[in-house]
């Protein structure tokens, strides 16, 4: 075995590869990434303020050009340049998440009413999460397990 062979590393996929069963790409929306939501939200609250990339960048002291990458889900933003964009824009580290949470949910629910609608006129089914109800010894309530 030659060196370059063995400093050959295998390559695990982000996204699983898709399978014959699986529906064409076109037909399902793609699982949302964080860094995409998050930059949405920042380029969206930027925009509706009516400001440039320039004056955000500026204010929160990220450069131009990773502000940008940032914005366009290229980049995926610690913690602190999130902070310094949020509060460039009048708003707080837990509103950009808040923001980005309420469109991950929104888009989650969109790619499941698309998964239950099936593909080429074959139905799939969607797993949904019920309340299972647990009782305690005497036969009280114990709480509510959700169950998949």
């Not at 980005?100 to 797993?127: D, F, I, N, P």
Request: zero cysteines.
């Amino acid at each position: 075995m030659t060196i370059r062979a063995t400093n050959q590393a295998d390559v695990i996929p982000l996204r699983p590869l898709p399978t014959a069963a699986d529906p064409a790409p076109r037909d399902l929306p793609r699982e949302p990434l964080w860094r995409d939501l998050v930059g949405e939200v920042l380029r969206r609250e930027r925009r509706a303020q009516g400001r440039t990339l320039k004056d955000v960048s500026e204010a929160s002291r990220i450069s131009m050009a990773y502000l940008s990458e940032v914005e366009r889900g290229r980049k995926e933003a610690s913690s602190e340049v999130l902070a310094a964009a949020a509060q460039a824009l009048g708003l707080s580290l837990a509103d950009i998440l808040a923001l980005a949470g309420e469109r991950l949910v929104s888009l989650t629910a969109a790619r499941a009413r698309s998964r239950s609608l099936g593909t080429a006129g074959g139905h799939r089914s969607v797993r949904t999460t019920a309340p299972v109800r647990r009782t305690g010894p005497a036969g009280q309530m114990d709480g509510v397990l959700l169950a998949a």
